[in-house]
T-cell receptor
Framework: DTGVSQNPRHKITKRGQNVTFRCDPISEHNRLYWYRQTLGQGPEFLTYFQNEAQLEKSRLLSDRFSAERPKGSFSTLEIQRTEQGDSAMYLC????????????FGSGTRLTVV | TQLLEQSPQFLSIQEGENLTVYCNSSSVFSSLQWYRQEPGEGPVLLVTVVTGGEVKKLKRLTFQFGDARKDSSLHITAAQPGDTGLYLCSGGTSYGKLTFGQGTILTVHP
């Protein structure tokens, strides 16, 4: 297993455009998480899935954000009508059902909105 | 809402010095994790502690979970420039996601 894979690593987009990121988790992990992180800060929770079911979505998350995990394997995170404030590192992580053993993170997707 | 507060926020030391980073909460966690993150990369899990009072050692790093499972510390002995990075703690409960602290930025100067 090659760990958690995120694509693309970097994305530069113009304000108002839509962007989509992909995450491939560790195959044995049935939980998948999306977090957002700004420079020098801790990760901020966005949403998570157990298999294909989206179990929780942050109340801070705008309706412009949507995530899917259609077959319980890879996941996509879409941001519509991007704003400059969306510029951040978007991190994907996966874990077994018991997240108390910690996450395995991907390398992240760095989004810059210009 | 469960919050984790890390201190200090920034730490700049010379090679060979010792340091301790703290992670505190008013909530009880069933587990606590420590991660290290380098610029442009995702966090890498260092350790998970699950038992109150538990101490784990990883080479020059010593991790402790508080007796009441509300706090944890990370102690580094004889810091090296390769220890430079963002150190994050996270806490887990019996349901769902982990909660992260805001991180401690450590710089070790040669």
């Amino acid at each position: 297993d090659t760990g958690v894979s995120q694509n693309p690593r970097h994305k530069i987009t113009k304000r108002g455009q839509n962007v989509t990121f992909r995450c491939d988790p560790i195959s044995e992990h049935n939980r998948l998480y999306w977090y957002r992180q700004t420079l020098g800060q801790g990760p901020e929770f966005l949403t998570y899935f157990q298999n294909e079911a989206q179990l929780e979505k942050s109340r801070l998350l705008s309706d412009r954000f949507s995530a899917e995990r259609p077959k319980g394997s890879f996941s996509t995170l879409e941001i519509q009508r991007t704003e400059q404030g969306d510029s951040a590192m978007y991190l994907c992580a996966s874990s077994l059902s018991d997240s108390n053993y910690g996450y395995t993170f991907g390398s992240g997707t760095r989004l810059t909105v210009v | 809402t469960q919050l984790l507060e890390q201190s200090p926020q920034f730490l700049s030391i010379q090679e060979g010095e010792n340091l301790t980073v703290y992670c505190n909460s008013s909530s009880v966690f069933s587990s606590l994790q420590w991660y290290r993150q380098e610029p442009g990369e995702g966090p890498v899990l260092l350790v998970t502690v699950v038992t109150g009072g538990e101490v784990k050692k990883l080479k020059r790093l010593t991790f402790q979970f508080g007796d009441a499972r509300k706090d944890s510390s990370l102690h580094i002995t004889a810091a090296q420039p390769g220890d430079t990075g963002l150190y994050l703690c996270s806490g887990g409960t019996s349901y769902g996601k982990l909660t992260f602290g805001q991180g401690t930025i450590l710089t070790v100067h040669p």
